[in-house]
């Protein structure tokens, strides 16, 4: 039972290797994976990774890594995919920040444009008007509707 799961597993991982080799072809050089990254290992790490690797293997390891062999590249890929994963969550949650700081930046600019009857009365506005006209303009202001209006400098058009 175990064998037969073992031979099944085998076949899989084979079949997702052949898979990997067809795919690699169709691969953009962005997506490439570089066969000679950078090491993140610190010197120490290194050294003793060397010791290790200088230390006679016994057959049946060396066997398992020569048939785990073909399965470092798809870790490879795997492992970048993550980290790209990652980088774009990470940009996601900075633009979404900018995203709400610029819609404050846009609320509060639309606050202090807005004319209103109360910012005619706090007379902290560019455009002063005579005490006189000012009741008679906040009398026919509250009688009219009031209507939203957005003006553009620029009007682009999609063309087709």
């Known amino acids: 039972c175990l064998t037969n799961f073992l031979s099944e597993e085998r076949i899989q991982g084979e079949r997702l290797i052949r898979l990997s080799e067809m795919c690699s072809k169709l691969e953009t050089e962005y997506e490439k994976v570089l066969p000679f990254y950078t090491s993140s290992l610190s010197e120490e790490e290194l050294n003793k990774e060397r010791a290790n690797a ?21 870790w490879q890929r795997y492992n970048k995919v993550q980290l790209e994963h990652l980088c774009l969550k990470r940009e996601k949650t900075l633009l979404l920040q900018e995203n709400e700081r610029l819609r404050l930046y846009l609320k509060q600019y639309l606050d202090e444009v807005s ?31 009031r209507y ?13």
Do not use: G, I, Y
């Open 148 to 160: 939203v209006v957005q003006e553009a400098a620029n009007v682009v058009h999609k063309q087709f």
């Open 54 to 74: 200088m230390e006679p293997l016994n057959e049946k390891l060396a066997q398992l890594m020569l048939d785990h062999l073909p399965l470092e590249k798809f």
């Open 115 to 145: 004319v209103s009857d109360e910012s005619f009365r706090q007379q902290k506005l560019l455009v002063v008007l005579s005490p006189s006209l000012q009741d008679t303009a906040a009398t026919e202001r509250r009688d009219q509707k």
